[in-house]
């Protein structure tokens, strides 16, 4: 979208965004700022929702920061309160955080379900409860939550993230029906192959390459061709989309290439 006709599209509304300290979260918090958005930026380093806050201030936007662990919804209650409180209302929801471990299944352990499941998943329900409580229910609202590649087909050594992933994209579904009296839509997006500090963990140069050759676009991803669809799921342009999973992937899971 040309940017002069987008600017301050979400002049008025209020966001708060789950793991925006990096990565896609950070260039959606910045995005939706720019836009014109309040945004609350939450994660659980308190140093990057620092780092992030002062980014978005420092161009002019209204940024609160927000240091918490998205699997606990006493937090993420107390954050969706606290920003609606400030901002006067809020609106949407970004859930964006994850932690990832690759591996066998056979190596899998309670620790590495309990945490992906905690980040990944039980932050979905919470951001619900949180939209339910804190959203207008004449004016509704969206959430965003992420998905991923691993929910349309399998890849070696991603059990657990599969799990998550699959399970996000299956709630996005269920949540669309069960908000929808609330006005409240509730959509996903599914990045293809982003590098983003999270991704360079896990991803090695060989696996970009991999990557990028199996992209029919022939590019590996931007945090800010994901922002840019958050951006579109949380406002009106999208006002009679939900249950909807957007694959911003360059056509990577689109079909054999
Ligand atoms: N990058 C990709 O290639 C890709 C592809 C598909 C899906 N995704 C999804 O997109 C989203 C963003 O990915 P990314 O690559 O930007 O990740 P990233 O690891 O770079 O950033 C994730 C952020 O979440 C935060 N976080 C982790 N655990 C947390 C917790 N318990 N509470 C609060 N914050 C927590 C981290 O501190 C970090 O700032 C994730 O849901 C990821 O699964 C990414």
């Known amino acids: 979208m040309n940017e002069g006709?987008?600017?301050?599209?979400?002049?008025?509304?209020?966001?708060?965004?789950?793991?925006?300290?990096?990565?896609?979260?950070?260039?959606?918090?910045?995005?939706?700022?720019?836009?014109?958005?309040?945004?609350?930026?939450?994660?659980?380093?308190?140093?990057?929702?620092?780092?992030?806050?002062?980014?978005?201030?420092?161009?002019?936007?209204?940024?609160?920061?927000?240091?918490?662990?998205?699997?606990?919804?006493?937090?993420?209650?107390?954050?969706?309160?606290?920003?609606?409180?400030?901002?006067?209302?809020?609106?949407?929801?970004?859930?964006?955080?994850?932690?990832?471990?690759?591996?066998?299944?056979?190596?899998?352990?309670?620790?590495?379900?309990?945490?992906?499941?905690?980040?990944?998943?039980?932050?979905?329900?919470?951001?619900?409860?949180?939209?339910?409580?804190?959203?207008?229910?004449?004016?509704?609202?969206?959430?965003?939550?992420f998905a991923s590649p691993v929910a349309d087909r399998g890849h070696r050594g991603t059990a657990v993230y599969t799990a998550v992933k699959g399970g996000v994209a299956a709630l996005t579904r269920q949540l669309a029906i069960e908000l929808a009296p609330l006005r409240i839509r509730v959509n996903a997006v599914t990045p293809g192959a982003t590098p983003t500090p999270g991704a360079h963990r896990i991803v090695d140069e060989a696996g970009w390459e991999v990557r990028r050759k199996a992209t029919p676009l022939g590019r590996l991803g931007r945090p800010e061709d994901v922002a840019e669809a958050v951006a579109f799921l949380v406002s009106e342009r999208s006002s009679y989309i939900t249950g909807e999973i957007l694959h911003v992937d360059g056509g990577l899971t689109a079909g054999a290439f």
């Open 5 to 145: 006709s987008a600017v301050k599209e979400l002049e008025g509304q209020v966001v708060l965004v789950m793991g925006a300290g990096r990565g896609i979260g950070q260039a959606t918090a910045q995005l939706l700022a720019r836009r014109g958005a309040v945004v609350g930026v939450a994660d659980l380093d308190a140093e990057s929702v620092a780092q992030t806050t002062a980014a978005i201030q420092q161009e002019g936007g209204s940024a609160h920061g927000f240091t918490l662990d998205v699997g606990q919804r006493d937090a993420v209650l107390a954050a969706a309160r606290q920003l609606r409180q400030r901002g006067g209302r809020l609106d949407a929801l970004a859930a964006c955080a994850m932690w990832i471990r690759y591996e066998p299944v056979a190596d899998v352990r309670d620790e590495t379900i309990d945490r992906m499941m905690g980040v990944g998943l039980k932050s979905v329900f919470w951001a619900a409860q949180a939209a339910e409580e804190c959203m207008d229910p004449e004016r509704g609202g969206a959430i965003v939550t």
